[in-house]
């Protein structure tokens, strides 16, 4: 993803999937952000534990060995660790049992990528 427009556009597109699947997903919905790629993708709680599992044991691996490369490997590891964003926190209620995302709060994330 190269900008801001596109970004926010590809998290509100996410929520608002979430809102039109909602049974699709378990009772802590995710918004995975890759930092470095600016990739985003909804996601179950489960996967993002088991995710935030993966990086701790790269980030592990990659302590354990020696030399520059090394650390090059953890500055990289680093970079893509995902962040999370609980997609519930993205919706906005409009009326009885409706909601839509919130832009606001959509942006303030992309204001953490986009300066």
């Not at 427009?5 to 909602?22: G, P, R, S």
Request: overall charge negative; aromatic content about 10%.
């Amino acid at each position: 993803m190269t900008d801001r427009k596109t970004f926010v556009k590809a998290v509100t597109d996410l929520v608002q999937e979430y809102i039109d699947n909602f049974d699709r997903f378990d009772s802590n919905p995710q918004i995975r952000v890759n930092p470095e790629l600016l990739y985003v993708e909804a996601i179950d709680g489960s996967a993002m534990l088991e995710g935030l599992g993966d990086s701790e044991e790269a980030f592990e691996d990659a302590a354990y060995a020696q030399g520059d490369e090394t650390m090059s490997a953890s500055d990289f590891q680093e970079k893509q660790d995902p962040d999370f964003y609980p997609i519930k926190e993205l919706l906005k209620p409009v009326g009885h049992n409706i909601s839509v995302p919130d832009i606001e709060k959509i942006e303030k994330i992309a204001d953490e990528y986009f300066s």
